[in-house]
């Protein structure tokens, strides 16, 4: 069994994958790291996204835990992260999710609803902490 995290380079990517890692480490379980990435995107931009994944796994060694980095040509960031799940028969997925407005809160992000309706396990959302 493993967690799924999804991972973008942004506050709240980190906050998915602090809260994989700390979830991988309780549970004794590996962590799989998945990217989506567009299927235009640039050299330069999976260049950034490769050295982006280099700082990921050096954490990852640095907290001594069992790992994989996925990065999938999708472009289809709930498919691939539910897709991985089910392959991998994952024991939870985690997600990052932006803090919103009161009004905000109404409207949950297209990716996030579809990974939460649509998982075939257990799904943790974090935010990244206020600013």
Not at 83 to 98: H, P
Request: hydrophobic share 50%.
């Amino acid at each position: 069994m493993v967690i799924v995290v999804g991972y973008l380079a942004t506050p709240e990517g980190q906050a998915a994958l602090e809260a994989a890692i700390v979830e991988g480490q309780r549970r004794d379980l590996r962590v799989v790291v998945v990217v989506s990435m567009r299927a235009d995107a640039t050299d330069a931009e999976q260049m950034q996204v490769e050295a982006e994944l280099d700082a990921v796994r050096a954490e990852l060694i640095s907290r001594t835990v069992a790992y994989d980095v996925l990065v999938l040509d999708g472009g289809d960031v709930a498919d691939d992260l539910i897709g991985t799940a089910e392959e991998l028969e994952a024991e939870l997925i985690v997600i990052g999710l932006r803090r919103r407005s009161p009004v905000g809160k109404l409207i949950l992000g297209a990716n996030a609803q579809r990974v939460l309706f649509d998982a075939p396990c257990p799904v943790l959302t974090v935010k990244p902490p206020a600013a």
